[in-house]
């Protein structure tokens, strides 16, 4: 599951990095709304519990993709170069490997932070819905090919 949320995380990254900078980030500040109210609906956050989790889950959200955007950001700097050594290589293929654990690192940060705003319901239920609308959104590129 963690897989896939990367790769939806990283799908948003090459989104935001494209030269049709408008409407692409329009797609993507659109896709970030309709996960957002998924997962307001999905867990049936209150309107306080809405005003003190959604600042901190973007603020989640904003770390993941950051960590994701630097390996990329020296995956790109390997690419580029005429001839790299095995370092780089070795750095880079670390770098991608890496970003999962940090992922998870912020997301455990996260958890307890989310523990005091959720009940334990509504905690089990954000990785589900967070899973939900990854789904979601594969299905419906599948379903446009």
Do not use: C, W
């Amino acid at each position: 599951m963690k897989r896939i949320v990367s790769i939806l995380f990283f799908a948003l990254a090459i989104i935001f990095a494209s030269p049709a900078q408008n409407s692409r980030t329009k797609f993507a500040t659109d896709m970030y709304q309709a996960k957002h109210e998924m997962i307001i609906e999905e867990l049936g956050l209150t309107p306080s519990q809405q005003k003190q989790f959604m600042p901190l889950y973007e603020q989640m959200e904003r770390e993941i993709y950051q960590v994701n955007r630097n390996a990329r950001a020296l995956a790109n700097e390997v690419d580029k170069k005429k001839n790299p050594s095995d370092r780089d290589y070795e750095a880079a293929a670390s770098a991608l490997s890496n970003t999962r654990v940090q992922e998870g690192e912020i997301e455990a940060k996260y958890f307890d932070k989310f523990s005091k705003i959720l009940t334990k319901k509504q905690l089990f239920q954000l990785k589900k819905a967070e899973g939900k609308f990854t789904r979601e959104m594969l299905s419906k590129k599948n379903s446009k090919k």
